[in-house]
């Protein structure tokens, strides 16, 4: 019998992935990847890292863990696969099976037969068409050649202020790897606020209000980019929005991604609603002998059931094993993400699994949150951060729904955590009820997202009515006649406040034996830190027969509304 | 209606819990906390890293975040709590639903009647009799006063060496934190491993070796304290073992904990068979009008049914809550564990969630484990840190029974994850399958508890026959004909190799060309840093028609028998 030939096309992360385990599983497979790239399996989500020299060499990118740089060299001795880079693929022919091929060197083009075909054609950046984005010092930052590119610039060139279009995942990443290279930041995004497609309007907003305290970067929402503006060089110098004009040596273009689907439409595969390749849950295209993987195909999002684009590199590793098992006659399924996604921009960590409030009350749950800062482990350990987590839950079942998280804290092992619940469709009392690791370097006798859900099942059981930042900053601006009871420490108080006439300060060592001073016929809502003392002075209040009580939810921590927070 | 009286005995950890909640969900209860002791409220577990200094006063083990110290004068002014510190419990009266208490300062006795009562009498620890036990510098190690103690000694003394007899949880936190203070430091265990009652043989040989190359801390297991010996002056000076002898000017006795239990013992409570007190699911005693909670009662194994001792903290603040809602008349459920723990010593860190293989085994599960070292993050990142994992999992269902993990990297994040699907009851492909956050800083795109799951099924599906280092050595240790394929690059080789001439190194890449250079009538076992190359080898291997070929599992970095690691 003839060697079976598996062809895959595309070389970066789920093409090699496929590849290296296809091997492992048919020894006997003749197996080719083609990439029209120089660089392959590389190193993608690094790059904002590289900018700012947190990855100290550009090579690392492309380097196993024992040092060894994964070329295609790499790739043939290592694992006896055929690595055919700066190769095209133009066109399928399914009846033939096989795929027209060019060399981008020679230009010489040719045909490589296959018995399957792998398709991991993967995403490309969108550039808008914007008068000036080929300005000299206008980048988009998709490979490994964007990221030298930029680096490069930065080195040569007196770069001041830099100016990033897009506050999605990229674009924030990146403002943070240019704030700690000390660059004066703008980010201009279109949308009303930062990260739409990760975090709900609330956490956004304090994301954006810390990042902008401690690395100085400007945010501009709601805001669109109209052209970029050349100097006499033909290098870019400003950039026109539609509210403003923003000085910049440097502007990065990262408004999303958009997956290559070229080869599969012309050659007649199916493409889903959300433009990327639809697969089945083998991952298997409409071409039983092609499949499909990585940034290029769309999944299934297992709480909505509804198919979306979710380019990221753990799901493109799983397709890319799930792919080889089939491969290799070995059924195994990809079920599809829980819309996890975790970032670090500058001193700070952000991440979502599940569905945002938003996307929870248009699917018509009844939604509830809990939202509570905390320290990630106990506050007399050094390294102690802060995080703010935000809980979701289904009011009528207890169902969590989601997740969310920033801070300087730890935020990504609540979200693994959180995300772990999700796959099992858990509860709320799930996550409180979890045995999870304790010991002071790593959280607190009650696990801060633990912490969050009690929050949440405490207004659920309506042992505590809560108010947002956002409603709170509503009354604020009527002239209601309420009392703001801030029941902090004095010294808490005088650093950072709200000021208003309404606001009394009585701690809440002295509210108990000073509840007659608090009037009886108007709303009092109480704040402090982090919602902790609101809450048990909310219970005092309501124990003593104050009937119109509430607790600022977060307290001063989830207050975005200046002064500059002390995160 | 006279307002109801709640007595809680007990004001360390689950006391002060039960009496802030059920003051916040009963506004009018009347609320006392009675303590021998001097400390309250205290974080216990913090107290190791008091010891190095790592928490800088002493004060912060009492404090709350915002910087007030947690006396008894913040219960009463911030909580509305009574509590009576250096206060005894004698005796309760069951039928007059009395306590008889003593002043410990005045001697005085007196009596605190309730309407219901939590006992939270914690532990003591365990001292062994032994000649020498009250020389000076020999301390036990359970309440502030002994942190206290240790410390002011190393300040007082020039202490050079320390030993710490036993090897439990505290044992090893605590020769943690003396090696931190470069103090020689042995640890001397009658056991046969350190952290017996957490980690399988395997791993903690593992831990120890690592604590011993990278903190110097001397480890004798299977050894037996026979007596401390001191000098002219009634300090320790010397420690005798069944075995030998030790010089030390400081030794630390951790051999464990013991429930506090003669009062609920001779109130007639009923004592299950773990010693602890017996509760049910809302951690009741068997008396409806006494609760028990925190270090004194005995907890349910929620993967076998079984009652067990397991006094730690964030259980003590679950039955906290829990017992606060039933006296609320909220009947919440404390479920039990999954004997999750976790904790750091020196630079490492250590987890478990879940049974072990050995209790798997005992329990009659057929067994199948994957172990396997791996970074936390991606390579490149700063500050990545090896761990290792293993994962235990039942061999029929597939379900997933217990995790280790040991290293100086992102332990405990794992262990989290771990127990969640534990939780759940979750397989083995639940954890594959879970989508759990990936960026650079945070982990790699197959997280590492996904690696050593997936190290696991590629066992279970007989893909790949592995040999453990233990097997590998008692190999070694005969005189059999047998080939140990190294097929790590050179200079990884020069750096740490088995030292054997039955060892040949043939890097992976040159591997496909030089299959003749190796014996068809021989084992080959193969080795690499990791087991990931080793695991590529042997598919080749088989793929090339050896049939007698195995991989050793988690390559050198999983060799516990020297020379030392490079972890």
């Known amino acids: 019998m003839a060697k079976e ?14 590849a290296a385990r296809t091997r492992r599983l048919m ?3 003749e197996i080719t990847v083609v990439d029209k790239g120089r660089y392959i399996s590389y190193a993608g989500c690094g790059m904002p890292f590289y900018v700012d020299d947190q990855v100290g060499h550009f090579q690392e990118l492309f380097s196993t863990g024992y040092g060894l740089p994964r070329d295609a060299e790499y790739f043939r001795s290592e694992r006896g696969i055929n690595f055919l880079t700066r190769t095209e693929a133009l066109a399928i022919d399914r009846v033939r099976k096989q795929v027209r091929v060019r060399d981008l060197e020679t230009g010489r083009e ?13 995403a490309d950046p969108v550039l808008p068409r914007l008068e000036g984005i080929d300005l000299a010092g206008v980048f988009k930052f998709r490979d490994p050649g964007d990221a030298q590119a930029v680096k490069k610039y930065l080195e040569q060139r007196n770069v001041q202020e ?3 279009v897009g506050a999605g995942f990229i674009g924030i ?9 000390k660059l004066l930041t703008t980010v201009i995004e279109f949308q009303e606020r930062i990260l739409p497609q990760m975090l709900d309007a609330d956490m956004a907003r304090l994301l954006e209000e810390r990042l902008a305290a401690a690395h100085g970067i400007e945010f501009r929402t709601g805001e669109r980019v109209t052209r970029l503006e050349g100097d006499a060089q033909g290098r870019v110098c400003r950039v026109h929005t539609d509210r403003g004009v923003y000085d910049a040596e440097l502007v990065i273009v990262a408004v999303g991604v958009r997956p290559n689907v070229n080869l599969a439409r012309e050659a007649g595969l199916v493409i889903g609603r959300t433009g990327a390749i639809a697969i089945d849950e083998h991952c298997r295209t409409s071409d039983p002998d092609i499949y499909a993987c990585g940034d290029c195909v769309e999944i299934t999002h297992r709480l909505t059931g509804e198919k979306i684009y979710a380019p990221f590199a753990s799901a493109a590793n799983r397709q890319g094993r799930v792919v080889a098992d089939n491969l290799a006659g070995r059924p195994s399924v990809y079920r599809g993400v829980l819309g996890t996604a975790v970032l670090q921009a500058g001193s700070f960590n952000a991440g979502r699994t599940g569905l945002t409030e938003e996307q929870a009350v248009k699917l018509g749950y009844e939604v509830v949150t809990g939202l509570a800062p905390q320290r990630d482990r106990t506050h007399y350990h050094p390294g102690s951060g802060m995080l703010i987590l935000k809980v979701i839950a289904d009011r009528v079942s207890g169902r969590l729904l989601g997740v969310q998280g920033i801070g300087p804290g730890e935020v990504v092992k609540r979200i693994d955590v959180a995300a772990s619940v999700l796959h099992f469709g858990g509860t709320v009392s799930d996550l409180i009820e979890l045995d999870l690791g304790y010991a002071p370097p790593f959280n607190t006798p009650v696990d801060p997202l633990q912490h969050a859900a009690n929050a949440l099942v405490n207004k659920l059981d309506g042992i505590v009515e809560t108010i947002s930042a956002d409603e709170l900053k509503a009354k604020l601006d009527t002239d209601e006649a309420f009392v703001l009871l801030d029941v902090r420490l004095e010294k808490e108080a005088r650093h950072r406040k709200i000021d208003d006439p309404r606001r009394v300060l009585v701690t809440l060592s002295e509210l108990r ?13 109480i704040i402090c830190d982090i919602g902790v003392r ?5 219970r005092l209040l309501r124990g003593a027969g104050f009937t119109r009580v509430k607790s600022v939810e977060g307290g001063m921590r989830a207050w975005p509304f200046g002064p500059a927070s002390m995160f």
């Open 27 to 29: 020894p006997n497979a």
């Open 110 to 122: 040719g045909t490589l037969p296959y018995d399957r075909l792998v398709l991991a054609t993967g």
């Open 534 to 538: 609101s809450y048990e002075a909310y």
């Open 162 to 164: 830099a100016v990033v």
């Open 513 to 525: 034996r000073r509840l007659a001073e608090l009037p009886r016929d108007k709303e009092i809502i």
């Open 5 to 18: 030939r598996i062809l895959i096309v595309g070389g970066v992360a789920a093409g090699p992935k496929v």
């Open 173 to 181: 990443e990146l403002a943070g790897a240019l704030a700690n290279l």
